[in-house]
């Protein structure tokens, strides 16, 4: 195995779950890699402290007369559940064929790494790069960044740059290189109905009282109509609707349909009528239900009425819609369809807006070239439902566009059991790093 794989194993090798408190030592362990491999390789690194994780900065020697690139990427990781559903041990990088299994090893290990690797390749190279380099390495993003907006605040004038490069999303195909000039945003909350002061017997009280959990399935049932149009009100009235260019642009890749099908195993999609599922994945905003809890979830049978129930909910966003006045519109939306005969509590989650920049500015027609280089075709402009939420505070607090050049394979599995990253796209990452700086020289 080549060195360079040797080290992307160990960095996968630490379990650097950011939502999970046991995981808490696991995740500076990791920080504390990256501050070692970036010592090792002669850049300068810094690790900074947060109320949460912390963020590990790194930069070469800055020359005054050449573009400083920020390179934004996050060490850390989805939790495994599933476990079970895991063909290897979800922390030891196992390779077959191509692919390296291991929570992380695309979202994100892989992708930042290879940007890591790419410079350490220039620098022992030519002992110099051909720009000025940052890179800003998180440990929140799995949890909504809530640290990373203030720390660029805090930071603003160290962390000023022209461009910034992340390498966090998809790619269409394997082979087909993909710029994404647009991601959704994002908006999550989580409500519990109170019923009875106490789980009763279904027999004795059922009929009489509201059980929680029906109350719950009813009005997770009034989000939609039966044309999946999502019933709040004023939700769409901010929706900026697609471009003609980008429908025509999109309908010109391989059919997303069937695709979507594929990958996701469904019987079939279901949508909004008037658009395809690529349209509905990257453009139209969503509501969905990630978790449902409450009675009985125990083997066989238990005749209850639980004393409350909850769900937790997000919102893929799309411009313009703004994330705090859609959960403040689902709130209401929510309390205004409980019954009297209940108590409900909204607890509003993280949130950020969806994110737009123009994929044929300079920088984007840089970024095309680069990706051209790296896979020898021509990129692919996509937009995706995926979101990451920080790149609009880039945008508004540095003030500064994001090139996003994915690797993720459309079955790489993120956030899912047996997630992994191929070798050919870890290596494409490391010339896709060189290219990118090359382009992006003066
Ligand atoms: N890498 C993903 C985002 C992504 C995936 C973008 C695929 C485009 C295509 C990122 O790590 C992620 O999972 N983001 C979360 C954000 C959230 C927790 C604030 C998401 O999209 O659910
Ligand atoms: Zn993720």
């Given amino acids: 195995m080549s060195p360079q794989l040797t080290e992307f194993f160990d960095f996968l090798r630490i379990p650097s779950v950011s939502t999970d408190s046991k995981h808490r030592e696991d995740v500076r362990n990791c920080a504390d890699w990256l501050v070692n491999k970036f010592t090792s390789m002669g850049l300068k690194p810094e690790l900074h402290e947060t109320p949460g994780h912390p963020v590990v900065i790194a930069r070469n020697e800055p020359k005054p007369d050449r573009p400083t690139v920020m390179i934004y990427g996050h060490y850390d990781v989805q939790p495994v559940d599933p476990v079970d559903e895991w063909d290897t041990d979800p922390f030891e990088p196992t390779l077959k064929g191509d692919k390296i299994f291991c929570r992380g090893a695309t979202d994100n290990k892989g992708q930042h790494f290879a940007h890591v690797l790419g410079v350490e390749e220039t620098l022992k190279e030519h002992g110099d790069l051909p720009v000025n380099v940052i890179f800003l390495l998180e440990g929140e993003e799995e949890i909504g960044s809530p640290n990373l907006a203030p720390f660029l605040e805090q930071h603003r004038e160290a ?113 909004e009528a008037d658009y395809t599922a690529l349209e509905q994945r990257w453009g139209r905003p969503t509501a969905e239900v990630n978790g449902v809890g409450g009675g009985y979830q125990g083997e066989g049978s238990k005749t209850v009425i639980p004393r409350e129930a909850m769900a937790k909910l997000s919102f893929r966003l799309v411009p313009d819609q703004d994330p705090e006045e859609i959960l403040r519109l689902a709130s209401d939306h929510l309390r205004n369809h409980c019954p009297e005969s209940c108590k409900i509590d909204v607890e509003l989650g993280h949130h950020g807006p969806a994110y737009v920049m123009d994929p044929h500015s300079k920088y984007g027609q840089a970024a095309q070239r680069a990706l051209e280089s790296a896979f020898s075709e021509k990129p692919r402009l996509i937009r995706e439902g995926g979101s990451i939420p920080i790149i609009q505070s880039v945008k508004d607090i540095i003030g500064v566009d994001t090139l996003l050049l994915g690797l993720a394979l459309p079955d790489c599995q993120i956030h899912a059991p047996n997630e992994n990253f191929t070798v050919s796209n870890f290596e494409a990452g490391i010339k896709l790093n060189r290219a990118l700086l090359e382009e992006l020289r003066n």
């Fill in 159 to 271: 962390l000023a740059c022209d461009i910034c490069a992340v390498s966090d999303t998809g790619m269409i195909g394997p082979g087909i290189p993909t710029l994404t000039y647009g991601l959704r945003g994002i908006a999550c909350l989580e409500f519990t109905i109170h019923g009875p002061s106490l789980d009763l017997h279904s027999g004795v009280y059922g009929g009489a009282v509201p059980n929680p959990a029906t109350i719950v399935s009813r009005l997770i049932a009034t989000l939609h109509d039966e044309n999946e149009m999502v019933q709040i009100p004023d939700f769409y009235s901010s929706v900026k609707p697609l471009e003609d260019w980008e429908r025509e642009m999109w309908a010109s890749l391989p059919d997303g349909d069937a695709a979507t099908i594929e990958e996701t195993g469904v019987r079939g999609l279901l949508g």
